[in-house]
């Protein structure tokens, strides 16, 4: 099978090949998912569990990519809850091969049936950035109704899901970002925006929640916006001070089954569109990693190359 590899970790984005793989094995509880289509973590290809194993040895070459949508070809021993030709979408295991490929093994808990009229390619756009959303919203800042949040990155692929989420419950919504963002932002519905390159942080006031996706001096500078008993939530790195009398919460997502199957629904009903940046096919990968930045929402990987689900 084809598959984007990684096998040197200082050569960075540049050592993105497009190589010729065995077909996974499928491990006591394992699928083995045709990918239709992926998506990918610009930083990923800094981090530990790219590049070890959860022993700590050594996994090059390394696949990269996280988020699929596909259909399963097979079964592990064991495995339950899904069946061979299923649709499916979800995470794949951060200390093993990813979904830049043809055909990836992952953990069946880690995927939800995907209905047969969402497109792969909006479905691979869901994973981390709404699962990151909605468990940093709910379950690390506890937003409800009436609230209000500042969702740092409100045009990009996480912020922008988290804020559809927020208004969905009825909370007030400041987003910011860049100067080119705020129509996208405002588009989406957010009652406020705010220019990162050119408005004071402090202009907005004190507020419920703060999720924030960039990290540095906007996450530092955001503790003096939580309001007594408010919660900052970030997933660019620990937090070095902490609110004056709130929290701040640092996190990594987790997959979740049930959280992905009420996010799908969301997408079925209207009520959650996520924004499909870019799309590549597997062998601009490189190019799609090193663009990124500039691209509103996700950048989606499209890996078949044809409707089949069949093994080779």
Do not use: C
């Amino acid at each position: 099978m084809k598959a984007i590899t990684a096998r040197d970790r200082d050569a960075g984005v540049g050592g993105l090949t497009l190589t010729d793989l065995p077909y996974p094995h499928a491990a006591e509880n394992d699928v083995i998912v045709r990918v239709h289509a992926a998506g990918f973590t610009p930083g990923e290809l800094e981090w530990p569990g790219t590049w070890i194993d959860r022993a700590g040895r050594d996994r090059t070459p390394t696949v990269p990519g996280h988020e699929l949508s596909g259909v399963v070809v097979q079964l592990g021993y064991g495995t339950t809850g899904l069946t061979v030709g299923q649709r499916v979408f979800g995470l794949t295991d951060w200390s093993r091969n990813g979904s830049l490929a043809e055909y990836t093994a992952v953990e069946a808990r880690n995927l939800a049936p995907l209905a047969a009229d969402i497109d792969h390619t909006v479905a691979a756009a869901l994973p981390i950035s709404g699962l990151t959303a909605w468990q940093g919203l709910f379950v690390h800042a506890g937003l409800t109704t009436g609230q209000t949040v500042v969702i740092h990155g409100a045009a990009g692929g996480v912020g922008s899901i988290a804020l559809q989420l927020a208004l969905e419950v009825g909370a007030r919504v400041i987003g910011t970002g860049r100067t080119d963002d705020r129509d996208v932002v405002l588009g989406l519905g957010a009652q406020a925006f705010l220019d990162l390159d050119a408005d004071p942080l402090e202009g907005i006031g004190e507020v419920d929640a703060v999720f924030d996706v960039i990290g540095g001096d906007v996450l530092e500078r955001s503790t003096g916006l939580v309001r007594p008993g408010g919660t900052l939530v970030t997933i660019a790195m620990p937090p070095t001070m902490q609110p004056k009398e709130g929290r701040a919460v640092f996190f990594v997502v987790e997959p979740d089954r049930a959280q992905l199957a009420d996010l799908a629904e969301r997408v079925r009903d209207g009520r959650l569109k996520p924004i499909v940046g870019a799309m590549h096919p597997l062998t601009e990968t490189a190019d799609a990693f090193a663009h990124h930045q500039r691209t509103p929402g996700r950048t989606v990987i499209r890996v078949a190359r044809d409707q089949g689900g069949e093994r080779p």
